[in-house]
């Protein structure tokens, strides 16, 4: 461990926490809070009231003592809000999608999955004892080929909706239209486009797909939705397969109460006001006009640096000045492609975006 340790540290790779405080001495352009919904009264509400009535905890799995009639509603308002029949509510995002490849896959499938997922895709992908075949990010003519060459009866096709760092939004249509031609499933985590695109209602929506009998989608509660937890949505069918075959959500206690209140309060808010993700693109762009960087499709913008230890100083630095940003090192992303990733949220005024931009501009050229 000492060796790996000092590795770390020579790579500039090394992690700490860093404890946030109550109030924080900085601008927020770092965390996945997008409609600031986190410390919305409205949300804190439904959370105080879950936990009055429901008490702190689930008590057991979902399938025990777990799902209380809060769960029940709060998957109602999740497939209303992404259009999609059914929805299943999980402990985190991450456990949603380690539950949805390893009860949709087998021996017998082959999953396709895009370069540039998220490790919590990438280790449901190594959970499903499928085979794997990775591509290159947005490749869809290389899944196609892949789908085209299988040998096995089944096949997933595994995408993230939009890149976490890149802010890309993949052609979703198109990818559905490759899957279905080639009788495979495609599995869409969106856990960056709910709340965010489609007027909050989601890529799947957007895109037209969300309803489709062969697209499952992952999403996140603690994103847009300020919360905690995750879900599976898709059709009844896949639903209940999840529910009866996936361990992760078999073997978990469920969902606390008050972060199914908080989720159930923000997803009627983000039903009734999708004004608020279309200011929040709006916002995004304007950021990435003010930073010289290409606007992206989703509130997530990237500054390339470099190497890790070069982008840990820089976001460092933009600390000292009062702006907080993510950073990105290996193995996140790519050796060399080390960098700052900068979230836009609704709350952003014009002041903060130039802080940002002069920060950056002065430390870039120092």
Same mark, same amino acid.
């Given at each position: 461990?000492?060796?790996?340790?000092?590795?770390?540290?020579?790579?500039?790779?090394?992690?700490?926490?860093?404890?946030?405080?109550?109030?924080?001495?900085?601008?927020?352009?770092?965390?996945?809070?997008?409609?600031?919904?986190?410390?919305?009264?409205?949300?804190?509400?439904?959370?105080?009231?879950?936990?009055?009535?429901?008490?702190?905890?689930?008590?057991?799995?979902?399938?025990?003592?777990?799902?209380?009639?809060?769960?029940?509603?709060?998957?109602?308002?999740?497939?209303?809000?992404?259009?999609?029949?059914?929805?299943?509510?999980?402990?985190?995002?991450?456990?949603?999608?380690?539950?949805?490849?390893?009860?949709?896959?087998?021996?017998?499938?082959?999953?396709?999955?895009?370069?540039?997922?998220?490790?919590?895709?990438?280790?449901?992908?190594?959970?499903?004892?499928?085979?794997?075949?990775?591509?290159?990010?947005?490749?869809?003519?290389?899944?196609?080929?892949?789908?085209?060459?299988?040998?096995?009866?089944?096949?997933?096709?595994?995408?993230?909706?939009?890149?976490?760092?890149?802010?890309?939004?993949?052609?979703?249509?198109?990818?559905?239209?490759?899957?279905?031609?080639? &009788? !495979?499933?495609?599995?869409? /985590?969106? #856990?960056?486009?709910? $709340?965010? =695109? +489609?007027?909050?209602? @989601?890529?799947?929506?957007?895109?037209?797909?969300?309803?489709?009998?062969?697209?499952?989608?992952?999403?996140?509660?603690?994103?847009?939705?300020?919360?905690?937890?995750?879900?599976?949505?898709?059709?009844?069918?896949?639903?209940?397969?999840?529910?009866?075959?996936?361990?992760?959500?078999?073997?978990?206690?469920?969902?606390?109460?008050?972060?199914?209140?908080?989720?159930?309060?923000?997803?009627?808010?983000?039903?009734?006001?999708?004004?608020?993700?279309?200011?929040?693109?709006?916002?995004?762009?304007?950021?990435?006009?003010?930073?010289?960087?290409?606007?992206?499709?989703?509130?997530?913008?990237?500054?390339?640096?470099? &190497? !890790?230890?070069?982008?840990? /100083?820089? #976001?460092?630095?933009? $600390?000292? =000045? +009062?702006?907080?940003? @993510?950073?990105?090192?290996?193995?996140?992303?790519?050796?060399?492609?080390?960098?700052?990733?900068?979230?836009?949220?609704?709350?952003?005024?014009?002041?903060?975006?130039?802080?940002?931009?002069?920060?950056?501009?002065?430390?870039?050229?120092?």
């Amino acid at each position: 461990m000492e060796q790996k340790s000092e590795r770390r540290i020579r790579a500039g790779l090394q992690r700490e926490l860093s404890p946030r405080a109550e109030q924080v001495p900085w601008v927020d352009f770092a965390s996945n809070d997008y409609l600031k919904l986190a410390k919305d009264p409205r949300v804190i509400a439904g959370a105080v009231s879950a936990a009055e009535r429901w008490g702190t905890g689930a008590t057991g799995s979902r399938l025990v003592t777990g799902t209380t009639e809060l769960h029940a509603e709060l998957e109602e308002a999740l497939a209303d809000l992404t259009g999609t029949p059914s929805a299943l509510v999980f402990s985190s995002g991450y456990l949603a999608n380690l539950g949805v490849l390893a009860a949709l896959g087998g021996r017998d499938c082959v999953i396709i999955a895009d370069g540039g997922n998220h490790a919590s895709l990438i280790d449901g992908c190594k959970l499903s004892n499928a085979r794997v075949v990775t591509v290159e990010h947005g490749d869809a003519l290389a899944v196609e080929k892949a789908l085209i060459d299988r040998a096995e009866s089944r096949a997933l096709v595994v995408v993230d909706a939009i890149n976490s760092v890149l802010g890309d939004l993949l052609p979703l249509a198109r990818w559905h239209e490759i899957s279905r031609a080639h &009788g !495979a499933i495609l599995v869409i /985590d969106d #856990a960056h486009g709910i $709340g965010v =695109r +489609g007027q909050g209602r @989601g890529s799947t929506w957007e895109a037209g797909i969300a309803a489709e009998p062969d697209v499952v989608v992952t999403v996140t509660l603690s994103k847009s939705l300020g919360s905690q937890g995750g879900a599976v949505l898709g059709d009844a069918r896949v639903i209940d397969h999840v529910l009866n075959t996936a361990r992760p959500f078999i073997f978990d206690t469920g969902l606390s109460p008050s972060s199914a209140g908080a989720a159930l309060v923000a997803t009627q808010i983000i039903r009734e006001q999708p004004e608020m993700a279309t200011a929040l693109l709006a916002r995004a762009a304007g950021i990435a006009h003010a930073l010289g960087v290409a606007a992206t499709d989703a509130a997530i913008l990237s500054w390339t640096v470099g &190497g !890790a230890q070069e982008a840990l /100083d820089l #976001a460092d630095a933009l $600390g000292d =000045r +009062g702006v907080r940003v @993510g950073c990105f090192r290996p193995p996140s992303v790519a050796i060399g492609s080390a960098g700052l990733r900068i979230t836009a949220n609704r709350h952003h005024t014009d002041a903060d975006v130039e802080l940002l931009a002069r920060s950056l501009q002065q430390l870039a050229t120092a």
